[in-house]
Each structure stands twice: as structure tokens, then as C-alpha cells.
């Protein structure tokens, strides 16, 4: 894990270290495969740090792609990242960019742990959960339920981007699992061309992201007596 003092001193310190890390070489159009840049990610995660919800917690990157959000949560002294990823070429280019990371900070392999899975399949909890996950666009738009589920069920914390659209959806999804949505903010993802119906370079998508917190903690439930 990092120590306080190897941590970046600032979110452009980290922009710098996470525009290093590679993005996908052929992305796959059914899994919307699309990376976070490294100017809305360092945002999401340095907001996150400050909160105290990456330093010496336990986080999920849940959809992790080629790994931009859980290696940032690395640099930040997260103590344990869970990376969940149905795509193996991800997975390679992840295991790449963990290696980038490492030869200049200080994270063990114990701390993170990468698994090939569909995000149905974890098991596990987590204090926090960072997650960029399908709009649900291209795929079928379960998927894109399945990964707000998913992450109300195994942590307190969620912080997620997501496109304006899913606005509603999302709000109903989090106050069904007892979630409430403590802000929301407008950002942008640059995207490079990837797909053939790109017609531009690159281009701009306005998303929202946000921070959600389960109202009452996992341990305030365990706590109550089994019969109230
Ligand atoms: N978190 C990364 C990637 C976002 S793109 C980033 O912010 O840059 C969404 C990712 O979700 C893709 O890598 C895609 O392969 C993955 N994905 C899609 N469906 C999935 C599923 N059912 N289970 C796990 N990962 C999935």
C-alpha cells in the first residue's frame, strides 16, 4: 500500500501519473468499451480521496477495463483494489498498466486482486465502489442495472459516471437499496474515435457523475438485534 508520503500531492500530479496507463487497442462495441480520460478520472478520484473514501479502504472497480479508476485508487493508498472485468484483452492491457504504475509507486501485489468476471458473479465487500460502467447503449440495458445493483449490494460508497439519460433510473435504483445521492456533477469524457460510426477524431460526451451513500452503514444493520 502507499504510504502518505509516497501519495501524488495533487490531482494533476495524478492526472500525470494516470495519462501514462494504455487504453483499449480494439474496443469491443457489445461491451462499450470506452476509458475514462485521465482529466475526469484524476476529478472523481482526488474528490473521493478527499472524502476519505480511497486512503486505506477497500475498493471495487467494478467494469475496470484497461484499469484507470482502480489504479488510480491504488496511488491514492487504497489497501486493497478489486478489478472486475469480463474481457480478457482489458485484462491484458490492465495487467500492463499496473506494471507502468509500479515502477514508480509502492503497491504490493497483495493489494490488488483482478478477476475475469462478469460483475454479477463478485462476491466480496467493499467500503467504496468506482465505477464507469456500460450506458447500456449498445449492450442490453440490464447491464447497466446489473452494475448499479451490483455495487449498492457490496459497499457503503458508490461513485459512478454515467450518461444523462440514466438520471431517474439511477435515482430509483439507489433509494430502492437504500442509497441516497449526496451530489451530482457534470463532466466530460474526451473520447478518440474507436468505433466506425464516429464520424469525428475525437469528440466530447457530457456525462453526470456522482457520489452515493447507503443511508444506514452495513454495520449499523449487522448491529441491530435479529428481531426488530
Ligand atoms: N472502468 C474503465 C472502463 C469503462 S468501459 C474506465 O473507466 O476506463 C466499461 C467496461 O465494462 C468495459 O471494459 C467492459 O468490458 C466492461 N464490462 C461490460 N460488461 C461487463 C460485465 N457484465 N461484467 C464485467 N465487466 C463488464
Redo the contacts with the bound molecule.
Keep these: 500500500m502507499q504510504t502518505l508520503k509516497d501519495l501524488p500531492k495533487s490531482k494533476r500530479q495524478l492526472e500525470i501519473l494516470l495519462s501514462k496507463l494504455e487504453?483499449?487497442k480494439n474496443p469491443?462495441i457489445n461491451?462499450?468499451?470506452?476509458?475514462?480520460d485521465p482529466n475526469l478520472?484524476a476529478e472523481i478520484l482526488w474528490t473521493a480521496y478527499m472524502y476519505g473514501d480511497i486512503y486505506n479502504k477497500v475498493v471495487v472497480?467494478?467494469?475496470?477495463?484497461?484499469?484507470?479508476?482502480?489504479i488510480g485508487a491504488l496511488l491514492l493508498g487504497a489497501k486493497k483494489v478489486y478489478l472486475?472485468?469480463?474481457?480478457e484483452d482489458?485484462i491484458n492491457i490492465l495487467r500492463k498498466n499496473l506494471n507502468i504504475v509500479r515502477r514508480s509507486a509502492s503497491i504490493n501485489s497483495k493489494d490488488v486482486v483482478l478477476l475475469n468476471?462478469?460483475?454479477?458473479?463478485f462476491e466480496g465487500v467493499a467500503n467504496t465502489v468506482?465505477?464507469?460502467?456500460?450506458f447500456g447503449v449498445q449492450?442490453k440495458v440490464t447491464?447497466f442495472d446489473?452494475?448499479v445493483d451490483k455495487a449498492c449490494r457490496i459497499s457503503d460508497v458508490v461513485y459512478m459516471?454515467f450518461d444523462k439519460t440514466k438520471k431517474n433510473r439511477i435515482s430509483t435504483i439507489l433509494s430502492e437499496n437504500g442509497f441516497e445521492i449526496n451530489f451530482i456533477k457534470r463532466g466530460r469524457l474526451l473520447l478518440k474515435k474507436k468505433y466506425w460510426f464516429h464520424e469525428k477524431n475525437n469528440y466530447c460526451l457530457d456525462v453526470l457523475w456522482i457520489r452515493a451513500k447507503r443511508k444506514l452503514s452495513m454495520f449499523y444493520y449487522t448491529a441491530l438485534p435479529k428481531n426488530r
Design positions: 487504453g483499449f469491443k461491451l462499450e468499451q470506452y476509458e475514462t478520472a472497480d467494478l467494469g475496470a477495463g484497461t484499469g484507470i479508476l482502480g472486475v472485468e469480463i474481457d482489458a468476471l462478469d460483475v454479477t458473479k468506482l465505477m464507469n460502467p456500460p449492450s447491464i446489473n452494475f459516471i
